[in-house]
C-alpha cells in the first residue's frame, strides 16, 4: 500500500496513514465529495494532502470534533490548501472581527504539551464557517450532534447515509473496547458523562472514535453499556490501571499512523 493511500475501513469512510495526534477521516457524501473528520497536530497537513489527492475527490468540509490541538493543529493549513469550510461546536469557537474562530487548546492529558504551549507560538487562528449550536445537518447526508463536556463545543457527527459516528473524545477506543476520558480531562464531566448517555440512544452501528481502533459493529450497544457504568472510585488498584493508560494513550498519540497499525 503506498503511504498516501488512505485505508478504506468501510465503503465510504477511509482511515488516513502519516497523520499524528488524532485519527483522520476522509468520509464520502452522498454526491461523491468527501468530509474530513479531525486533521491531527500541524504537522499532520502533508498527508492529509496527499491522501485527498489520492482518492481525486473535492474536500467539501473539514468537520471537528472538538478544539483541542491533537484534532485540529492542521485545519488551517488544510483549509487554506483546499477551500474547504471549516465546521466545529458553537461552544469550541470564539468571535474575532465579527466572525468565528476556533477556540485552540491542549487538552488536560497532555500535561507536558500544555506546559510547553506557554513557551511555543500560538497556531494560526482556524477561522469557522458553521458554529453548530444544535443538533442540525451541516452537510448532505452529515449531521452534526452537540455532545458537551469534554469541551464545551463537542461534537458528534453522523453520516446516516453509512450507519457511522464520528466522535472524537466522546470515547476511546482500546482495541475495541471503550472507554472514557479520565474525570480530570474534562472540561465538566458531569455532562460529558450525560452527552454519553444522550448520544447512546442515537448512535449506529459503526463508531470511529478520535482515539484507538474503530468499532465496526456494535458500537450503539457497547456505548449503551458504558453510560450504565458509574464513574469507578479512586483507588490504588485504579490509578494504577489509569496511569497505565494514560502512558500508552500518550505514546500511540505521539507516533504517526503506519499502514497496517490498528
Known sequence: MSPDAPEQVIPGVWWLHGTRGSNVFLVELPAGGLALVDTGFADSAPAILAAIEALGRPLEAILLTHRHRDHTGAAAAVAAATGAPVIAGAGDCRVRDGRPVLRSGIGRSHPVRLLGAFFRRRPAPVPVAVAVDRDADVLPGIRAVPVPGHTPGS???????????????????????????????????????????????????????????????????????LAALPRRPLTPRTALERAVRLVRFGAGFAARRRPGQQ
Open 155 to 225: 461534537l458528534c457527527f453522523i453520516a446516516e447515509h453509512l450507519g457511522a459516528a464520528f466522535v472524537g473524545d466522546l470515547v476511546i477506543s482500546h482495541g475495541g473496547e471503550l472507554t472514557r476520558s479520565l474525570r480530570w480531562a474534562n472540561h465538566d464531566d458531569a455532562r460529558y458523562l450525560q452527552s454519553i448517555a444522550d448520544f447512546a440512544a442515537i448512535a449506529p452501528p459503526a463508531g470511529f472514535p478520535g482515539h484507538g481502533t474503530p468499532v465496526l459493529d456494535g458500537f450503539d450497544a457497547a456505548l449503551r453499556a
